[in-house]
C-alpha cells in the first residue's frame, strides 16, 4: 500500500504520546486502527520503528532515528500549505535563547534591506538545536558542538549572572570558584552550562533545573541561585534584579549558523553569509 502523511503522524503521535492508547485517544481513532497504521508504516520502511515488548512502549534505534526525519517532512508540508503564508516563503531562523545578542537587531534589520522579498522570522525553540532537526526551522543559532551542516560565526565569552543586590554583583570579574559554594541555575534543555564547567575538585554541590531562560533569570533574581551564560543574555534580556559580571577563567562559546542539508530553504546560504559579516563587524 502507499505510506502517506497519515502514517508519518500517526507514528509521530505514538511517540509523543509514549503509547498506541494515548495516541489514539489524541488523534480520536481506535487504537486497533492505529495498530494498522503504524504496522503498515514499519512494512513499507522495513523496519521496527516501536519496542511493544516492555510495559512502556519506546523507540527502536531506527525508530529515533525516523523521528526526526518524519517530523521534518510534516513540519515541511504543514508550512507550505499554511493559508497565511501562501504569498511568501518566509526564511525561519531558530534560537534556543539570546538570539545573536547585540548583533541581533543588526542581522533582521541588514536582511530586510537586503531581502525585502523574503521575510525573516525569528523564531524561539527551547530545545538545544532551537528545532532544527524536527524541521520547525531553516536555520538555527546553536551554541556550541554541531552535528550536521554548520558553520561558527562568532564566540561569546562568559558571563555570571548573580542577583543585583547580592555581594558579588560589584565585582569587577569573577571566577568560576567563586560560583562554586553556590546553588547553580542550569538550563536543562537548551542551555550550555553544565557542571563539567567546573574543575572536578570544585564542582558545586546543588544545582536548580529550568527548562527556559525566562525561569533561569527569575531564579537567579530571586536569590535562589545564581548562573552562568553568554554576553548575549546580557544584551538581550537586561534585567534590573540580576547583574551580569564576567568570568575570568570560563572558556568562550561558539555560536553556529546549522542547517539542513539538502537546505530547506533556497536564501539559506544567504543568511550565512550576511550573519557573519554582521559578527565580524565592530559595531553590532
Same mark, same amino acid.
Given at each position: 500500500?502507499?505510506?502517506?502523511?497519515?502514517?508519518?503522524?500517526?507514528?509521530?503521535?505514538?511517540?509523543?504520546?509514549?503509547?498506541?492508547?494515548?495516541?489514539?485517544?489524541?488523534?480520536?481513532?481506535?487504537?486497533?486502527?492505529?495498530?494498522?497504521?503504524?504496522?503498515?508504516? $514499519?512494512?513499507?520502511?522495513?523496519?521496527?520503528?516501536?519496542?511493544?515488548?516492555?510495559?512502556?512502549?519506546?523507540?527502536?534505534?531506527?525508530?529515533?532515528?525516523?523521528?526526526?526525519?518524519?517530523?521534518?517532512?510534516?513540519?515541511?508540508?504543514?508550512?507550505?500549505?499554511? =493559508?497565511?503564508?501562501?504569498?511568501?516563503?518566509?526564511?525561519?531562523?531558530?534560537?534556543?535563547?539570546?538570539?545573536?545578542?547585540?548583533?541581533?537587531?543588526?542581522?533582521?534589520?541588514?536582511?530586510?534591506?537586503?531581502? =525585502?522579498?523574503?521575510?525573516?522570522?525569528?523564531? *524561539?525553540?527551547?530545545?538545544?538545536?532551537?528545532?532544527?532537526?524536527?524541521?520547525?526551522?531553516?536555520?538555527?543559532?546553536?551554541?556550541?558542538?554541531?552535528?550536521?551542516?554548520?558553520?561558527?560565526?562568532?564566540?561569546?565569552?562568559?558571563?555570571?549572572?548573580? =542577583?543585583?543586590?547580592?555581594?558579588?554583583?560589584?565585582?569587577?570579574?569573577?571566577?568560576?570558584?567563586?560560583?562554586?559554594?553556590?546553588?547553580?541555575?542550569?538550563?536543562?534543555?537548551?542551555?550550555?552550562?553544565?557542571?563539567?564547567?567546573?574543575?572536578? $575538585? *570544585?564542582?558545586?554541590?546543588?544545582?536548580?533545573?529550568?527548562?527556559?531562560?525566562?525561569?533561569?533569570?527569575?531564579?537567579?533574581?530571586?536569590?535562589?541561585?545564581?548562573?552562568?551564560?553568554?554576553?548575549?543574555?546580557?544584551?538581550?534580556?537586561?534585567?534590573?534584579?540580576?547583574?551580569?559580571?564576567?568570568?575570568?577563567?570560563? =572558556?568562550?562559546?561558539?555560536?553556529?549558523?546549522?542547517?539542513?542539508?539538502?537546505?530547506?530553504?533556497?536564501?539559506?546560504?544567504?543568511?550565512?553569509?550576511?550573519? *557573519?559579516?554582521?559578527?565580524?563587524?565592530?559595531?553590532?
Amino acid at each position: 500500500m502507499t505510506v502517506d502523511l497519515r502514517h508519518l503522524r500517526a507514528f509521530l503521535a505514538i511517540a509523543d504520546a509514549g503509547s498506541i492508547t494515548a495516541a489514539a485517544a489524541r488523534l480520536h481513532v481506535t487504537q486497533p486502527a492505529l495498530s494498522r497504521t503504524l504496522r503498515q508504516l $514499519e512494512d513499507h520502511l522495513k523496519a521496527r520503528l516501536v519496542d511493544r515488548s516492555t510495559h512502556h512502549l519506546r523507540l527502536t534505534p531506527a525508530g529515533s532515528a525516523f523521528r526526526d526525519r518524519a517530523a521534518g517532512a510534516v513540519a515541511a508540508v504543514d508550512d507550505v500549505l499554511d =493559508p497565511t503564508r501562501a504569498a511568501t516563503w518566509p526564511l525561519r531562523l531558530g534560537h534556543a535563547w539570546s538570539a545573536l545578542g547585540a548583533h541581533t537587531t543588526t542581522l533582521l534589520r541588514g536582511w530586510q534591506r537586503a531581502h =525585502p522579498g523574503t521575510p525573516l522570522d525569528l523564531l *524561539r525553540v527551547d530545545e538545544r538545536d532551537a528545532g532544527l532537526a524536527r524541521g520547525a526551522v531553516d536555520v538555527a543559532i546553536v551554541r556550541g558542538p554541531v552535528d550536521g551542516p554548520a558553520q561558527p560565526i562568532l564566540r561569546e565569552p562568559r558571563v555570571a549572572a548573580v =542577583p543585583a543586590d547580592g555581594p558579588l554583583a560589584g565585582r569587577a570579574e569573577l571566577f568560576l570558584a567563586d560560583l562554586a559554594d553556590l546553588p547553580i541555575a542550569v538550563n536543562s534543555r537548551s542551555g550550555t552550562t553544565t557542571l563539567d564547567l567546573w574543575p572536578r $575538585e *570544585r564542582i558545586p554541590a546543588a544545582v536548580v533545573e529550568v527548562a527556559n531562560t525566562d525561569d533561569w533569570l527569575a531564579t537567579i533574581a530571586a536569590g535562589r541561585a545564581v548562573g552562568v551564560t553568554t554576553t548575549a543574555t546580557a544584551a538581550i534580556h537586561p534585567y534590573p534584579a540580576v547583574a551580569f559580571v564576567p568570568l575570568a577563567d570560563a =572558556p568562550e562559546v561558539t555560536v553556529h549558523l546549522a542547517w539542513r542539508e539538502p537546505p530547506s530553504h533556497p536564501a539559506v546560504a544567504d543568511l550565512v553569509t550576511l550573519a *557573519r559579516e554582521v559578527c565580524a563587524s565592530p559595531r553590532a
